[in-house]
Protein backbone atom coordinates (compact mmCIF):
# COMPACT_ATOMS: atom_id res chain seq x y z
CA UNK A 1 0.00 0.00 0.00
CA UNK A 2 1.22 3.61 -0.42
CA UNK A 3 1.85 6.58 1.90
CA UNK A 4 1.57 10.00 1.55
CA UNK A 5 5.39 10.93 0.09
CA UNK A 6 5.82 8.39 -2.07
CA UNK A 7 6.98 7.86 -5.75
CA UNK A 8 4.24 6.72 -7.99
CA UNK A 9 4.05 6.11 -12.14
CA UNK A 10 0.57 5.95 -13.51
CA UNK A 11 0.04 2.69 -15.69
CA UNK A 12 -1.74 3.32 -19.00
CA UNK A 13 -0.26 7.05 -18.66
CA UNK A 14 3.43 8.68 -19.21
CA UNK A 15 2.82 10.21 -15.56
CA UNK A 16 4.76 10.35 -12.06
CA UNK A 17 4.10 12.14 -9.09
CA UNK A 18 4.09 12.19 -5.45
CA UNK A 19 1.64 10.47 -3.21
CA UNK A 20 -0.43 13.53 -1.02
CA UNK A 21 -3.77 11.82 0.13
CA UNK A 22 -5.14 8.25 0.61
CA UNK A 23 -8.89 7.69 0.99
CA UNK A 24 -9.72 3.87 0.76
CA UNK A 25 -8.70 2.52 -2.39
CA UNK A 26 -8.21 6.25 -4.26
CA UNK A 27 -5.03 7.95 -3.86
CA UNK A 28 -4.26 11.69 -4.62
CA UNK A 29 -1.52 12.38 -6.98
CA UNK A 30 0.33 15.38 -7.18
CA UNK A 31 2.00 14.84 -10.64
CA UNK A 32 5.00 16.84 -12.00
CA UNK A 33 3.20 19.28 -13.95
CA UNK A 34 2.09 20.19 -10.10
CA UNK A 35 -1.77 19.10 -10.66
CA UNK A 36 -3.33 17.08 -7.90
CA UNK A 37 -5.23 14.15 -9.65
CA UNK A 38 -6.95 10.87 -8.14
CA UNK A 39 -6.79 7.58 -9.09
CA UNK A 40 -7.36 4.00 -8.21
CA UNK A 41 -4.76 2.05 -6.44
CA UNK A 42 -5.05 -0.42 -8.97
CA UNK A 43 -3.80 2.31 -11.51
CA UNK A 44 -0.53 3.11 -9.67
CA UNK A 45 2.65 1.76 -9.32
CA UNK A 46 5.33 2.21 -7.08
CA UNK A 47 8.39 4.50 -8.79
CA UNK A 48 11.96 4.73 -7.87
CA UNK A 49 13.10 6.40 -11.06
CA UNK A 50 13.29 9.95 -10.40
CA UNK A 51 13.56 12.24 -7.07
CA UNK A 52 11.17 15.02 -6.10
CA UNK A 53 11.82 18.18 -4.58
CA UNK A 54 10.06 20.00 -1.40
CA UNK A 55 6.75 18.71 -1.48
CA UNK A 56 4.03 21.10 0.17
CA UNK A 57 1.31 19.88 1.61
CA UNK A 58 -1.70 22.13 2.05
CA UNK A 59 -5.39 21.90 3.44
CA UNK A 60 -8.06 21.48 0.40
CA UNK A 61 -10.74 23.94 0.65
CA UNK A 62 -14.18 22.37 1.78
CA UNK A 63 -16.21 21.44 -1.25
CA UNK A 64 -20.26 21.68 -0.45
CA UNK A 65 -21.60 19.64 -2.82
CA UNK A 66 -24.19 16.89 -2.51
CA UNK A 67 -21.36 14.12 -3.44
CA UNK A 68 -18.02 13.47 -1.65
CA UNK A 69 -15.61 14.77 -2.98
CA UNK A 70 -14.05 11.36 -3.92
CA UNK A 71 -16.90 10.25 -6.05
CA UNK A 72 -16.57 13.54 -7.98
CA UNK A 73 -13.05 12.48 -9.09
CA UNK A 74 -14.35 8.77 -10.17
CA UNK A 75 -13.66 8.42 -13.63
CA UNK A 76 -16.58 8.34 -15.26
CA UNK A 77 -17.58 5.87 -18.29
CA UNK A 78 -20.35 6.70 -20.53
CA UNK A 79 -21.35 3.86 -22.77
CA UNK A 80 -22.62 5.39 -26.09
CA UNK A 81 -23.76 2.03 -27.57
CA UNK A 82 -27.47 2.95 -28.92
CA UNK A 83 -28.89 0.22 -27.25
CA UNK A 84 -27.95 1.65 -23.98
CA UNK A 85 -29.34 5.36 -24.58
CA UNK A 86 -33.04 4.46 -25.83
CA UNK A 87 -35.22 1.82 -25.17
CA UNK A 88 -36.01 0.83 -28.63
CA UNK A 89 -33.96 1.97 -31.69
CA UNK A 90 -35.84 0.46 -34.15
CA UNK A 91 -37.15 2.31 -36.74
CA UNK A 92 -34.62 4.91 -36.13
CA UNK A 93 -32.12 6.18 -38.91
CA UNK A 94 -28.11 5.64 -38.32
CA UNK A 95 -27.96 9.44 -38.62
CA UNK A 96 -30.96 9.89 -35.51
CA UNK A 97 -29.30 7.24 -33.55
CA UNK A 98 -25.65 8.89 -34.19
CA UNK A 99 -27.57 12.40 -32.81
CA UNK A 100 -28.53 10.57 -30.18
CA UNK A 101 -24.99 9.38 -29.29
CA UNK A 102 -23.53 12.93 -30.03
CA UNK A 103 -26.26 14.74 -27.27
CA UNK A 104 -25.64 11.98 -24.84
CA UNK A 105 -21.44 13.46 -25.10
CA UNK A 106 -23.11 17.16 -25.10
CA UNK A 107 -24.92 16.42 -22.06
CA UNK A 108 -22.26 14.33 -20.43
CA UNK A 109 -19.49 17.38 -21.00
CA UNK A 110 -21.88 19.65 -19.30
CA UNK A 111 -22.47 17.98 -16.39
CA UNK A 112 -18.59 16.97 -16.05
CA UNK A 113 -17.87 20.62 -15.61
CA UNK A 114 -20.67 21.31 -13.46
CA UNK A 115 -19.68 18.62 -10.86
CA UNK A 116 -16.29 19.91 -11.73
CA UNK A 117 -14.95 16.27 -12.80
CA UNK A 118 -11.81 16.42 -14.91
CA UNK A 119 -11.81 12.51 -16.52
CA UNK A 120 -14.56 10.89 -18.83
CA UNK A 121 -14.41 7.98 -20.96
CA UNK A 122 -16.59 7.45 -23.90
CA UNK A 123 -17.26 4.02 -25.11
CA UNK A 124 -17.80 3.97 -28.47
CA UNK A 125 -16.71 0.05 -29.25
CA UNK A 126 -14.90 -0.83 -32.58
CA UNK A 127 -17.19 -1.18 -35.27
CA UNK A 128 -16.84 1.09 -38.55
CA UNK A 129 -15.47 3.75 -36.64
CA UNK A 130 -18.04 6.10 -37.51
CA UNK A 131 -19.07 6.90 -34.23
CA UNK A 132 -15.10 7.69 -33.00
CA UNK A 133 -14.50 10.03 -35.87
CA UNK A 134 -17.84 11.79 -35.02
CA UNK A 135 -17.10 12.09 -31.45
CA UNK A 136 -13.67 13.58 -32.47
CA UNK A 137 -14.69 16.31 -34.29
CA UNK A 138 -17.23 16.78 -31.54
CA UNK A 139 -14.76 16.98 -29.19
CA UNK A 140 -12.33 19.25 -31.23
CA UNK A 141 -14.92 21.95 -30.74
CA UNK A 142 -14.64 22.13 -27.23
CA UNK A 143 -12.22 24.60 -25.34
CA UNK A 144 -10.39 23.32 -22.58
CA UNK A 145 -10.35 19.56 -22.91
CA UNK A 146 -7.99 17.13 -24.78
CA UNK A 147 -8.65 13.33 -25.91
CA UNK A 148 -6.86 10.37 -26.55
CA UNK A 149 -7.53 6.31 -26.67
CA UNK A 150 -8.48 5.14 -23.68
CA UNK A 151 -6.53 2.70 -22.09
CA UNK A 152 -5.74 -0.18 -24.90
CA UNK A 153 -5.38 -2.57 -21.83
CA UNK A 154 -9.28 -2.16 -20.80
CA UNK A 155 -11.41 -1.16 -23.70
CA UNK A 156 -9.12 -1.77 -26.61
CA UNK A 157 -9.14 0.52 -29.38
CA UNK A 158 -13.00 1.14 -28.15
CA UNK A 159 -13.11 4.00 -26.00
CA UNK A 160 -12.23 7.59 -25.73
CA UNK A 161 -10.49 9.63 -22.59
CA UNK A 162 -11.11 13.30 -21.95
CA UNK A 163 -9.84 15.32 -19.77
CA UNK A 164 -11.15 18.25 -18.95
CA UNK A 165 -9.55 21.77 -17.56
CA UNK A 166 -11.08 24.55 -15.87
Do not use: W
Not at 19 to 34: A, D, M, Q, S, Y
Not at 143 to 151: G, I, V
Amino acid sequence: MFKPGDKVKILDDNQKGVVIRIHKTRVTVLNELGFEETFNVKELIPDKSFEVGEIVHHQPEVLHLNKPADDIQEIREIDLHIGQLVDSYIGLSNYEMLQIQLQKVRDEIDLARKEKRSRLIFIHGHGSGKLKNELIKLLESYPRLEYYDASFRKYKLGATEVRLYG
